[in-house]
């Protein structure tokens, strides 16, 4: 069983979570299955893998997009930096991992950053992050995507999703 391979933190969450629940998230329609269908990448808790979800997300983007213009790759660069730095510094244990997906429908791209924490990430107030000289991220965020974006659960975790505009 799969469940014995696994670490024991995560073995007792599955424990704790019972039978995976159905995330209630809104999905994007896709015209073609097989021509927009979400790439997954696994990535290890470790700082190197914000630059490879980084790179990741640039890459699908070029690939599904037509003359991307540069200030969309920044803003999928600069999103799936913050969505995957909250999840190597505050989702994720040591031995865990991080998912990365990106999704390249005809007017968005859709990223979402999976780990093993149900903690719910909040917009900090001002004088908190001013205190604490961060927590700037989901400001960023937010504000990159006119506010679309926004958590989901899963079985053994949580994914953080946000939605970037594009004109084709």
């Known amino acids: 069983m799969v469940a014995d391979r696994m670490p024991s933190h995560l073995r007792e969450r599955l424990d704790e979570a019972g039978p995976p ?50 200030e969309l790759l920044d803003a999928v660069r600069l999103v799936t930096s913050e969505l995957a730095t909250n999840a190597v510094k505050y989702g994720a244990r040591d031995d865990d991992l991080i998912g990365v997906t990106v999704l390249v429908t005809a007017d968005r791209v859709r990223i979402e950053v999976h ?22 991220g989901l400001h960023i965020v937010a504000a990159l995507t006119d506010g679309r974006w926004g958590v989901g659960p899963r079985p053994l975790g949580k994914f953080v999703w946000a939605e970037l505009p594009h004109t084709p």
Do not use: M
Request: proline share 11%; aromatic share 2%; hydrophobic share 30%.
């Open 21 to 70: 629940a159905v995330p209630a998230v809104r999905r994007i329609s896709r015209t073609s299955e097989s021509a927009h269908r979400p790439v997954d990448l696994i990535l290890p808790r470790e700082t190197a893998s914000v630059r490879l979800a980084r790179r990741f997300a640039e890459d699908r983007v070029r690939e599904e997009v037509p003359d991307p213009s540069p």
């Open 115 to 136: 780990d093993p924490s149900r903690r719910r990430p909040w917009l900090r107030g001002a004088a908190d992050r001013q205190r604490r000289n961060h927590g700037n």
